[in-house]
């Protein structure tokens, strides 16, 4: 058996999705690889890995047995409107470094995730299906919709089995996400359970899709599972699990905190939010792959507030 490396191991997704690989296929299998110099955690294999450096792709690829990848090595919607050329540079040019590795080293299969923001302003707002009109106009954007159609390029071309969905914006309390148009989720709880008010950079009624970690993460093994004849698709899947604004997450959050008190000053993620669709239409996984999440927003709240209470100790 190969050995299965995970790319950008380090931040929201891969921290949990790391910990969800090792205890389906075992720690020996798993080589988790970040920019970051070290990993908190001694007990994984773990390797430093820019994606951006072609070369350095290239040796931990062939040195390793690679026979599987899950590539999430990128950088996100809003950090990547404050550097687009380091964005370019990691999400695209990275994203290639690993599609020709992958190619020249025979690797049997490769993960990548999407994202909603390869819609644009162009692109209508409810239930968007995968095809439609795709013209996004964030650098993060831009280099998803050529990595998702160059994945598809190495399957036709290559017969490369690439696999990749459309995430929404993902509420996790394991890691905080950083870097995202729609962190404020996250943020919003985080700062309600520690008993502090917030100030949201969104207006309060900006509507996007958005899904409780665990339900990502069912979706990435299912996708990744599944049988390829069953898939009609290679790299776009949409998957999600419902849409909300701040001022929903606000009231859903003062069920148990009705005292918490939210300010709204919106700022540059106004723009990308306003870009991004208000729901999105993920049948074709349902059908191809019999995806089907299984929080709603009241479960993600009430399990979010339950977590993040016994990690703050509050
Ligand atoms: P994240 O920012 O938490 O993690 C990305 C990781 O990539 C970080 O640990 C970072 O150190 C690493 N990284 C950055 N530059 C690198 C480089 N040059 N080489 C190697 N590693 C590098 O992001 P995430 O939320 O875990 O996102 C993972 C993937 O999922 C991305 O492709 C993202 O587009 C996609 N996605 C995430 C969400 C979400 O809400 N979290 C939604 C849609 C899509
Ligand atoms: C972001 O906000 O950039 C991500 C995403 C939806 O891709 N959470």
Not at 52 to 71: L, M, Q
Request: hydrophobic fraction near 35%; charged fraction near 25%.
């Amino acid at each position: 058996m190969g050995t299965i490396l995970i790319t950008g191991g380090l931040g929201q997704i891969g921290t949990e999705l790391s910990e969800l690989l090792i205890s389906t296929y075992g720690n020996d299998r798993i080589l988790v690889s970040d920019i970051k110099k070290e990993t908190p955690n001694e007990n994984i294999r773990y390797t430093r890995l820019d994606v951006s450096d072609a070369d350095s792709v290239r040796k931990i690829i062939g040195e390793n047995d690679v026979t599987d990848i899950f590539h999430l090595a990128a950088i996100l919607s809003a950090t990547g409107e404050k550097d687009p050329f380091m964005t370019f540079n990691v999400n695209l040019q990275g994203t290639q470094n690993i599609y020709r590795a992958a190619k020249d080293f025979d690797v049997k299969k490769l993960f990548i995730p999407s994202t909603i923001g390869v819609y644009g302003p162009s692109t209508p707002k409810d239930l968007v299906p995968e095809d439609t009109q795709t013209r996004p106009v964030t650098m993060y954007g831009i280099t998803k919709i050529a990595g998702e159609m160059l994945g598809d390029y190495y399957f036709r071309k290559f017969g490369m089995d690439v696999r990749g969905l459309r995430f929404p914006g993902l509420i996790s309390y394991k890691f905080p996400p950083t870097a995202g148009t729609t962190d404020y989720a996250v943020d919003m709880i985080i700062h309600a359970v520690r008993g502090m008010d917030y100030e949201c950079y969104l207006k309060c009624d900006t509507e996007m899709p958005m899904m409780y970690m665990p339900d990502a993460l069912n979706a990435v093994v299912d996708l990744y599972e599944a049988p390829r004849k069953n898939l009609t698709r290679c790299t776009d899947y949409n998957v999600g699990a419902y849409s909300m604004t701040p001022v929903t997450l606000h009231r859903e959050i003062k069920k148990y905190y009705p005292e918490f008190k939210v300010r709204y000053q919106p700022d540059y993620r106004q723009e990308i939010a306003d870009g991004w669709p208000h729901s999105i239409d993920f049948r074709k996984a349902q059908k191809d792959w019999n995806f089907k999440p299984a929080y709603d927003l009241e479960l993600t709240v009430k399990d979010m507030i339950l977590n993040l209470r016994k990690k703050f100790d509050c």
